[in-house]
T-cell receptor, first 117, second 111 residues
Framework: DAGVIQSPRHEVTEMGQEVTLRCKPISGHDYLFWYRQTMMRGLELLIYFNNNVPIDDSGMPEDRFSAKMPNASFSTLKIQPSEPRDSAVYFC???????????????FGPGTRLTVL | QQQVKQSPQSLIVQKGGIPIINCAYENTAFDYFPWYQQFPGKGPALLIAIRPDVSEKKEGRFTISFNKSAKQFSLHIMDSQPGDSATYFCAASSPGNKLVFGAGTILRVKS
């Protein structure tokens, strides 16, 4: 199994540019999560989907952030326009809750390191 | 505000020592308490998890101790090794599959 796939792994952009991060969850998983990790704020949940439908986007910081999941195997997180304070590592994770004896394990991708200059 | 408080921020132990990381929560609706391990440049990965109906769970060298009345839980790493050097996150969730993470503890095991 390839695990959760994220692209790009690194992104450097200039303030004001649009940034699109991509995620392919593990096949068969019906939940997908987007997290942001920074030294100051730790690991924050931005939004999550169930069966391609957004369930909770209360963690999305501003209207500049948007996320979509057009099908079960693909999701995007878009920042438009980007700002230096958006610099962080963005993780995508997926799971099937209740699998494997109720472990509710979330499987994380390798992350995208975003730098906004 | 759902929140999980984790301490210490960082920890250095000698090889073979027993690092202990502590977490506390307020929301009594939380019913699942996992610990995640993260190595530099990687995503977090589930290490061990517990539900509030038990007070302790062991998996290999890793043990979770859970105190429901105090709303606290902790991770113990027995016979710690340099390969255990990583960042450890506690987390909690209520029914709904949404995790709230602690701030993380950077562990260094000196050889």
């Amino acid at each position: 199994d390839a695990g959760v796939i994220q692209s790009p792994r690194h992104e450097v952009t200039e303030m004001g540019q649009e940034v699109t991060l991509r995620c392919k969850p593990i096949s068969g998983h019906d939940y997908l999560f987007w997290y942001r990790q920074t030294m100051m704020r730790g690991l924050e949940l931005l939004i999550y989907f169930n069966n391609n439908v957004p369930i909770d986007d209360s963690g999305m910081p501003e209207d500049r952030f948007s996320a979509k999941m057009p099908n079960a195997s693909f999701s995007t997180l878009k920042i438009q326009p980007s700002e230096p304070r958006d610099s962080a590592v963005y993780f995508c994770a997926s799971n099937i809750p209740g699998l494997a004896g109720g472990r509710n394990e979330q499987f994380f991708g390798p992350g995208t390191r975003l730098t906004v200059l | 505000q759902q929140q999980v408080k984790q301490s210490p921020q960082s920890l250095i132990v000698q090889k073979g020592g027993i690092p202990i990381i502590n977490c506390a929560y307020e929301n009594t609706a939380f019913d699942y308490f996992p610990w995640y391990q993260q190595f530099p440049g990687k995503g977090p990965a589930l290490l061990i998890a517990i539900r509030p109906d038990v007070s302790e769970k062991k998996e290999g060298r890793f043990t979770i101790s859970f105190n429901k009345s105090a709303k606290q839980f902790s991770l113990h790493i027995m016979d710690s090794q340099p390969g255990d050097s990583a960042t450890y996150f506690c987390a909690a969730s209520s029914p709904g599959n949404k995790l709230v993470f602690g701030a993380g503890t950077i562990l260094r095991v000196k050889s």
